[in-house]
């Protein structure tokens, strides 16, 4: 394997001065490289061989929701985002056409074996687009797993989508769109949700609000004041404002013990948290990572956390020298003679 000194320089400094904590990669620009008989690696290389081995990666599927009925005038005027007739709105007919077919496409890629957990924002819009792309198939009366969604949620004359075979769901606080001013970023209560997507775990979608009461006996958080706080009407979150909640929901999405998660959310919050993003990558990585999700677009990442060494063993890697003998290599020969002369 030849590479040229000067540029394995150059990437190994760009990797190592990227800094400590997650960084986020597009999943098809990265390798599994599986290296035999390669006593010296590069350092930076050997150390992604062991990332990917030891916990250290984490792929997320981030999705934005489909087309809402505020994207349809919206996409005309700007101004019809202030609308308060489109008071978290829900998807259209086109949206939920564009749900069934990213379905399909989760289903044919093998994608919807892999999710281990969904987390969505607790918005119409994205709780639809959610339970109905990863969500189980058709709800039948008197199934023992609750419905994800019942049926006609938002005038959608869609049936009621069951949790069966389907990964958990959590709706978070943290993912949602900008809060404030625009009223179709505003959530309706959680007890309107816990009824329309009775299987969706809405424990942690009001994690900001301090005030809860925790009952025993493993029994589900309950939120005491369930009505959006977080929402204000003459005040719109900045965009640094909402970098740093979205850095700080892929640190949450870190702790998480599934190895692959997908997130459904918004066009702003997907866009103004992966320009946090990407630094260490070549500027085109990184312009293909910050640029705007399409409606019910799909992108396939991963999260390295370069700040900590994973305690397990790769189960893949293989120790040599069985059975024990010489192994001198010719590079280390090369040393012993220039280091004796």
Same mark, same amino acid.
């Given at each position: ?11 190994? +400094? ?28 590069? +350092? ?18 981030? &999705? ?47 994608? +919807? ?5 969904? &987390? ?46 389907? #990964? ?29 997507? #009775? ?20 029994? #589900? ?42 997130? &459904? ?34 992108? +396939? ?24 003998? #010489? ?15």
């Amino acid at each position: 394997m030849h590479t040229d000194k000067a540029s394995l320089r150059l990437v190994r +400094s760009q990797i190592m001065d990227s800094g400590p904590g997650p960084s986020l990669y597009p999943l098809h620009r990265c390798k599994t490289i599986h290296l035999v008989g390669c006593p010296r690696l590069p +350092s930076f290389l050997a150390f992604a061989l062991k990332s990917r081995h030891c916990g250290l990666t984490k792929p997320c599927i981030q &999705v934005r929701h489909a087309q809402g009925v505020h994207n349809v005038e919206g996409e005309k005027n700007y101004k019809a985002y202030m609308n308060p007739e489109y008071l978290d709105a829900p998807l259209t007919q086109l949206g939920w056409q564009q749900v069934d077919n990213l379905r399909k496409h989760v289903h044919a890629s093998g994608l +919807s074996k892999r999710v281990g957990l969904v &987390v969505t924002s607790p918005l119409l819009r994205t709780l639809q687009t959610a339970v109905g792309v990863f969500g189980g198939e058709g709800y039948k009366d008197r199934m023992t797993a609750l419905p994800l969604m019942v049926a006609n949620v938002g005038s959608s004359g869609r049936a009621a989508i069951s949790s069966h075979n389907s #990964p958990p769901f959590i709706a978070v606080e943290d993912c949602r769109e900008h809060f404030g001013v625009h009223p179709c970023d505003k959530r309706h209560n959680v007890s309107d949700y816990q009824f329309l997507f #009775p299987a969706v775990d809405f424990s942690l979608a009001s994690a900001w609000i301090s005030k809860i009461k925790v009952i025993q006996l493993k029994v #589900p958080v309950i939120i005491e004041t369930d009505e959006d706080v977080l929402w204000k009407a003459d005040v719109r979150e900045t965009t640094e404002e909402l970098a740093a909640r979205g850095l700080k929901f892929y640190n949450w999405l870190w702790t998480r013990k599934e190895k692959e998660i997908a997130i &459904v959310t918004h066009s702003g919050f997907l866009v103004h948290t992966l320009r946090a993003f990407g630094n260490d990558c070549h500027p085109s990585v990184k312009k293909e990572m910050c640029t705007r999700f399409a409606n019910c677009e799909l992108r +396939s990442m991963v999260i390295v956390n370069r700040s900590m060494i994973g305690p397990d063993v790769s189960t893949t890697n293989y120790p040599g020298k069985v059975p024990p003998g #010489p192994d001198l290599s010719s590079d280390d020969a090369d040393e012993e003679v220039s280091n004796s002369i």
